[in-house]
């Protein structure tokens, strides 16, 4: 998601008002910060927006509709995807910050990043299950980038490490982050300095 950072800070924000789950925050943005995560919000499921008009933008324009794992029509429906939600109470929005000129080029520069960033999310995912949150699940920031070309719809290679991206999800982000208070602007410049969001839900 090509955002401009507002306000940025490195913040710890709680899930709770208990000393493990304080700790808990802090360990993760540490581990975060290896995958340019520099923040971690915890929202309330209630807050994601779901909306139809992302999976729109998704089949007309975007080359990877029908051609990833990660993408529609695979991911949840807008209608599945509110289904999901109501499993959750609270969930962890990522919040990194990203400079790359190679954002509309689909080189292994952009991989690259791509790559990072996924794997990032990942490694949090994991250390929120190991800690007991154990239907804690990932929503990427961008489409996946762990192959240079997908090899769907014949089998995944990485299906360990198969997440749909927030948008797939039919997740507007932008209403998101105005429930949450969030201010955003809109990168004019591709090489501008920007914000790239994901979500791991918790429980």
Known sequence: MVLTMQQYSKKIYYMENSRKE???????LELGQKYNIHEII???TADICVAPWVRLKCK???NKYGKS?????ETPTSDEMQLIL??????LLLCGVVRNGNFYRDNQKKRRVQVNSWKG???LERRLFLAGYYKAFSLVSENCALCKTCTYPK????PKDR???VESCSIDIFQTLENINRQFEIAKNVTAEFNCYSIILLD
Do not use: H, Q
């Open 60 to 62: 007309f324009g975007c």
């Open 42 to 44: 915890p929202i309330d």
């Open 22 to 28: 304080k700790d808990l925050i802090a360990e993760l």
């Open 69 to 73: 794992w990660c993408c529609p029509p």
């Open 163 to 165: 997440r749909p991206s």
């Open 155 to 158: 089998e995944c290679k990485f």
């Open 121 to 123: 999310t990942l490694a």
């Open 86 to 91: 109501k499993d959750y109470r609270k969930a």
